[in-house]
């Protein structure tokens, strides 16, 4: 610990001989502001905040730039101070000098190596986790990591807290410069891929620095993520939970929104990617499409009140669309699929604006040594979520998604046409992912396949902007085809082989459509 009178003139040469940590007795940032890190760039303001003794003066310096605040009472009672800085370009690396004068006693901290740069938050259960060693071509690609200096990576702890915390209680990986060892440790322990590969596409086209922040835990459901505000929109507030995975897993409501994302709300972040769902295939498995958007809208509610309006109150939010597959077939896949989309099918929508969704249906990985419910090719899960986010988060000219027909018609023969948006370039390969429900029957569209409501009906031509089906089952025995659903089981096909992609290789995702007369 260091307690001097020193003049201001001084103060400088004694930084740079003598304060090398973040901490200082008293004086400290708060766990997560560590060397090597990345902080929000413009047009955002980054925040820093960490503990003193209350009522001492702080001056956080940067360059010409000085921050000065007091120390307050915090939430337990500790010292905690907090500075917004002015918008910051992309770039860096530069160091923060910190002093605390508590009635003229000094005491000096920095925060070496810092960069401006895009934060993105990475939650979800185990294919969030599913780390760098574990992913096709992991030797190629952790090699190639140590190319990418201006990305940053932090895992934090896996800890759970009935109360919401103010601060992480423990860092499994503090922010690290992308290596073998800080990306490719071992399996289940960082860095997750899906999460890297992301930051990794993102700026290959941006070229800005990112920070990678993955807050996840293998087998949790949405409710754990989520605050008791969220949960309330849902009427999920007071439920208890009936299962667990097995015991090391928490089930609990708010339990690790507490203790993993709370304590980040002070810190400014451009967005989130999340990569979750299976866990809701056995819970609360219908509230899905209310509990998914609830939480998004409360962690962007969330984080624009924790800094102060700094972070956008509709930040970009990206989500993988559940791969596959469960030990059995419930039929819960495509119905938890359906619900990420809060039952539109696509997004943004009006009930999810601002977010974007990589399909992984068309990813099936049977042979993973991790269980198939973990396939192992996340590069292609990344690279479709970069699109969603390249054009969502940065407004690029790119497809975030693919084709999802604008209308459908049918004919008395028996024939059904999709058409599809002028902008998507249809591939379609005649698979049979489609089906029909005529108007004789009832038409659940979440009903599991094999189901006598819904019969195969196969592509018979296809143009660049359409696709024609028979419907004549229907035709035969009566009726007319009135619904369309399609990609409506657990693994609708082979490796890349759905019937529908568009001219980037973007898949078209499950959809239901009602049909019209010609
Ligand atoms: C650290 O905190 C203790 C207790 O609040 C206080 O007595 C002490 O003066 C503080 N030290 C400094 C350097 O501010
Ligand atoms: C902190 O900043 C204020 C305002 O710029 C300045 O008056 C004061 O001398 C600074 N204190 C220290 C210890 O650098
Ligand atoms: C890293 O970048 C350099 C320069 O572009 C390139 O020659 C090298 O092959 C890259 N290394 C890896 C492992 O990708
Ligand atoms: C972080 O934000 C929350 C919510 O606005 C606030 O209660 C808390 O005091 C902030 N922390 C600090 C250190 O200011
Ligand atoms: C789904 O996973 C199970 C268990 O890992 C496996 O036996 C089955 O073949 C998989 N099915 C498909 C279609 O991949
Ligand atoms: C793995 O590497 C091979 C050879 O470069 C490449 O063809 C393949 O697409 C890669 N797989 C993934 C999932 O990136
Ligand atoms: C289905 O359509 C056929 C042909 O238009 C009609 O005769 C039949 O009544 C319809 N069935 C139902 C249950 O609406």
């Known amino acids: 610990m260091i307690f001097l009178k020193l003049s201001f003139v001084s103060l400088l040469c004694f930084v740079q001989s003598h304060a090398s940590s973040q901490t200082n007795g008293n004086f400290s940032f708060a766990s997560y502001f560590q060397e090597d890190m990345v902080l929000q760039m413009k047009p955002h303001r980054a925040q820093l905040w960490g503990y003193g003794t209350v009522g001492a003066v702080v001056n956080i310096s940067l360059n010409q730039d000085v921050y000065s605040t007091r120390v307050k009472a915090g939430q337990d009672g500790r010292g905690v101070w907090l500075v917004v800085l002015r918008p910051h370009d992309a770039g860096g690396p530069v160091t923060f000098q910190a002093v605390q004068d508590n009635h003229g006693l000094l005491s000096w901290i920095l925060l070496k190596n810092v960069l401006f740069g895009d934060i993105w938050i990475c939650g979800g259960q185990s294919n969030m986790r599913f780390t760098m060693s574990m992913v096709t071509n992991a030797t190629k690609e952790i090699a190639a990591a140590s190319n990418y200096t201006d990305i940053r990576v932090m895992t934090p702890a896996k800890v759970e807290s009935d109360s919401p915390l103010y601060d992480l209680k423990s860092i499994e990986e503090g922010w690290s410069i992308p290596s073998q060892d800080s990306l490719g440790a071992k399996a289940w322990s960082y860095f997750s891929a899906v999460c890297w590969l992301y930051g990794r596409y993102i700026y290959d086209e941006i070229k800005v620095p990112i920070g990678l922040i993955s807050p996840n835990w293998g087998g949790t459901p949405v409710e754990t993520w989520s605050s008791h505000r969220a949960l309330s929109k849902c009427g999920l507030q007071d439920r208890s939970t009936s299962?667990?995975?097995?015991?090391?897993?928490?089930?609990?409501?708010?339990?690790?929104?507490?203790?993993?994302?709370?304590?980040?709300?002070?810190?400014?972040?451009?967005?989130?990617?999340?990569?979750?769902?299976?866990?809701?295939?056995?819970?609360?498995?219908?509230?899905?499409?209310?509990?998914?958007?609830?939480?998004?809208?409360?962690?962007?509610?969330?984080?624009?009140?924790?800094?102060?309006?700094?972070?956008?109150?509709?930040?970009?939010?990206?989500?993988?669309?559940?791969?596959?597959?469960?030990?059995?077939?419930?039929?819960?896949?495509?119905?938890?699929?359906?619900?990420?989309?809060?039952?539109?099918?696509?997004?943004?929508?009006?009930?999810?604006?601002?977010?974007?969704?990589?399909?992984?249906m068309d990813l099936p990985d049977r042979d993973s040594p991790y269980g198939a419910v973990h396939p192992r090719d996340k590069q292609d899960v990344a690279r479709r979520l970069s699109y969603g986010g390249l054009n969502i988060a940065y407004k690029r000219p790119i497809d975030p998604q693919g084709p999802i027909p604008s209308s459908g018609v049918r004919s008395a023969d028996g024939r059904v046409v999709l058409t599809y948006p002028n902008h998507q370039h249809l591939i379609v390969s005649e698979q049979g992912n489609f089906q029909v429900c005529c108007n004789f029957s009832k038409c659940d569209h979440q009903k599991a396949s094999p189901d006598p409501d819904w019969l195969w009906a196969p592509i018979t031509s296809h143009t660049h902007r359409s696709v024609t089906l028979s419907a004549k089952v229907c035709v035969e025995k009566g009726g007319y085809a009135s619904v369309v659903r399609y990609a409506w089981s657990l693994t609708p096909c082979k490796f890349k082989q759905c019937s529908v992609y568009n001219h980037i290789g973007l898949p078209a995702p499950p959809y239901v459509i009602t049909l019209g007369d010609i």
């Open 243 to 360: 299962f667990r995975f097995n015991n090391k897993v928490p089930t609990s409501n708010s339990v690790l929104w507490n203790a993993m994302i709370h304590p980040l709300l002070n810190m400014t972040v451009k967005g989130a990617i999340w990569y979750q769902g299976e866990a809701n295939t056995y819970y609360h498995k219908d509230v899905y499409s209310c509990s998914f958007p609830a939480m998004i809208e409360d962690w962007r509610k969330s984080w624009h009140q924790g800094t102060m309006g700094h972070s956008d109150p509709q930040f970009p939010f990206g989500f993988v669309q559940l791969a596959n597959n469960k030990s059995f077939d419930d039929g819960s896949f495509p119905v938890i699929r359906w619900h990420q989309t809060a039952d539109y099918g696509y997004v943004p929508n009006p009930k999810m604006p601002n977010t974007f969704m990589a399909v992984a």
